[in-house]
Each structure stands twice: as structure tokens, then as C-alpha cells.
């Protein structure tokens, strides 16, 4: 495992990854995707356990483990409450960020942070690379992007990923919201001039434990990188798609932005471009549907 130099001392310690926030989508997903990695030693936690915004907890963790890998997964994710829960937002999404930075700098824990799309403001029609500027619609990017320059002031080192549109077979998404609406209404209006990718929770967590063994090999990432699945799509056609698989008769009606306010903007076009990912990982992107079908089929057999 990896190019470790020999140092002459037989060690026994297991890599330890510790994943914050790891009830959510995300977090669930890689702990799923731990069983093929039995070789590390996988910590998840949840917020009861240790809430990324108490130093103290956080310190006293750091202190009895080594822990080699940090993935935060905790975040504050409701984007149209956060409209109204701005400081709330604001401490998860970025002091507590920051604060877990600065923990991971000072025991040198490689940490790996997860953001959002919603950095971007939607105003560029082509996809969306990571030096491209932000400028947040809705309190929510803003506090992930407060997240983000708290995150690399207290630790440059730290990877950064921005990604689009999450579903999983874990917790509440997209996907497991069309499947219960299409239970229970005859029809329903979805936003149709949106555009973005949406990404399979299992893909993210697959591309994360990625860097993992790339750090492992010596390899260095730091910075902030772009990961979704590949393809552009609406939420109206993702609806549709999800629709046409489980075969419902659910009528679903395209409206625009304007016919379906919601309390937080989100930008008119999202699509993140991959291709430094692709290159840094040596990786091919699989495309939304394909991943989506994945997710359903799953769903279907729990
Ligand atoms: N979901 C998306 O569409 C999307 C899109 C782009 C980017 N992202 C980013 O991707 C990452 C993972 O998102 P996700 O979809 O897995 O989110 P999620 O399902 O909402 O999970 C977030 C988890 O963080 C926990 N948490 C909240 N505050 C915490 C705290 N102070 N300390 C420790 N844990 C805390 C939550 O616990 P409780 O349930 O107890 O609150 C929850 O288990 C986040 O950074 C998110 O911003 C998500």
C-alpha cells in the first residue's frame, strides 16, 4: 500500500479515516463503500458525537487517535430554510468548517472539505470551472463559500470538492421526493429551466476514497476541485427520467423558476466542469442517467 519509505520500525497503526457528519447521504455512502477497504481503520461520526464547531471536543479527538484522513460530510444543507436560519447556516457551513481545518492543520490530518455548486451565481453558460468566479445567490452558497476560504485560510493544503445536485439511496434527496410525490399526487410542476448534473452519492464517495489511495501513493492534491456526474440535465427531466423508470403515471407539468418561487435563488445553470478531476485522478465520469438507474435499481430492492 502506497510508496511509504522503510523507517525500520514495524508499525502497527492503520491508516484512520474519520468521517464527520457521516449520517447524512454522503457520510452513509462512504460508509457503505468502507466495507472494501477493510485495510484502513474508518471512524464515522455524528453531530451528537462530535460537533465540528467545538474545538474542545474536536481537539480531545484528534489527541487520542492519530487520525490520518479527515472527510467532512457535516453540513448544514437546507437551502431554502437557511434563508431564514442565516446564522445557523453560516456557523455549520463556516466557522465550524474553519474550526475543523484548524484542528486537522495542527495534527497534520489530511482533510478533505465538501462544497457546493451553489458558489456560482449561474450567469455563465458553459460549464463551470473551479477558478471561475463565485458569487452566491442564496445564504446557503454563501456560507459554503465562507466555509471554503475559512477552510483554506486555516489549512491550505486541504482539497476542496464542489459538487452538484446529490442524491443516494441514504437520507432525503431529489430522487426518494419524486418517488413519494409520484405515490401520492396525480401531477406535479418541475422547474424546467434550471440546468445542472445531478451526482450519485456512491460516485462522490468512490472518487473520494480515490484521492485517499492517491495520497497514499505520494500523490499531492490540494486546492478545490469540481466533481458530478457527466451529462447536463433540468430538474424537470431529471423528474421525468425517474418517472419513466419506476413506470408512473404521475403527470409532470415543466414550469419555469418564475411559476415555482422558492425562498432561496438558485442559479439558471450549474453544470460543473470536470476535467481536472478526470486528469488529476485519471478517471472517466459515468454520465447521470447510467448512475441514476443504479441508485433506483436499489431503491427498489430495499
Ligand atoms: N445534498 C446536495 O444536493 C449537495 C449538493 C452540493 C454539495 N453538497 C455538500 O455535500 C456535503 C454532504 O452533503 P449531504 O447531502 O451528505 O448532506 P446531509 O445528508 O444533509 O448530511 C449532513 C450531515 O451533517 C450533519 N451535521 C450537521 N451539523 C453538524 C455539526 N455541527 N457537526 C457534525 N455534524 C453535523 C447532519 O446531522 P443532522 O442530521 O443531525 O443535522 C447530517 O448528518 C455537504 O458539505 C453539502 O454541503 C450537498
Redesign the pocket.
Known amino acids: 500500500m502506497g510508496n511509504k519509505q522503510y523507517t525500520g520500525e514495524i508499525s502497527n497503526h492503520k491508516i484512520t479515516i474519520l468521517i ?8 452513509s455512502e462512504i460508509r457503505q463503500l468502507s466495507h472494501n477497504y477493510s485495510f484502513y481503520n474508518f471512524l464515522f461520526t ?2 451528537d458525537v ?4 467545538n474545538s474542545d471536543v474536536l481537539n480531545q479527538f484528534f489527541e487520542k487517535q492519530k487520525i490520518d484522513y479527515c472527510i ?6 437546507a437551502v431554502d430554510k437557511a434563508e431564514t436560519e442565516r446564522e445557523k447556516a453560516f456557523h ?2 463556516g466557522d ?1 468548517a474553519g474550526n475543523l481545518a484548524k484542528v486537522c492543520f495542527n495534527h497534520q490530518s489530511k482533510l478533505i472539505h ?5 458558489v456560482y451565481d449561474g450567469t455563465k453558460h458553459l460549464p463551470l470551472k473551479e477558478e471561475d468566479p463565485v458569487a452566491p445567490l442564496n445564504i446557503y452558497g454563501l456560507s ?1 463559500l465562507k466555509g471554503e476560504e475559512l477552510v483554506q485560510g486555516h489549512y491550505p493544503g486541504a482539497l476542496i470538492i464542489r ?4 442524491y443516494s439511496v441514504y ?3 431529489f430522487v426518494k421526493t419524486m418517488l413519494r410525490l409520484f405515490k401520492e399526487m396525480e401531477s406535479l410542476n418541475v422547474v424546467n429551466d434550471q440546468l445542472g448534473c445531478p451526482t450519485n ?1 456512491a460516485n462522490l464517495a468512490g472518487v473520494i476514497m480515490k484521492f485517499i489511495e492517491g495520497f497514499e501513493n505520494n500523490n499531492s492534491y490540494s486546492g478545490i476541485v469540481n466533481y458530478c456526474n457527466s451529462g447536463i440535465t433540468t430538474w424537470f427531466d431529471f423528474a421525468l427520467t425517474i418517472k419513466e423508470f419506476v413506470n408512473s403515471s404521475c403527470v409532470i407539468h415543466p414550469v419555469s423558476t418564475e411559476q415555482y418561487p422558492t425562498p432561496a435563488k438558485r442559479p439558471k445553470y450549474s453544470v460543473l466542469d470536470t476535467s481536472k478531476i478526470k486528469t488529476m485522478l485519471h478517471i472517466e465520469i459515468p454520465d447521470w442517467k447510467e448512475s441514476l438507474y443504479k441508485c433506483l435499481l436499489t431503491l427498489q430492492e430495499i
Not at 462530535?50 to 464547531?53: A, F, K, M, V
Not at 467532512?72 to 444543507?77: G, L, P, V, W
Not at 465538501?114 to 451553489?118: A, E, F, H
Request: charged fraction near 10%; hydrophobic fraction near 30%.
Open positions: 464527520t457528519g457521516a449520517n447524512g447521504q454522503l457520510g455524528s453531530r462530535l460537533p465540528i464547531e467532512n460530510c457535516a453540513a448544514y444543507t455549520i457551513n465550524a465538501i462544497s457546493t455548486d451553489y459554503k459538487t452538484s445536485w446529490v437520507g432525503n434527496n452519492g
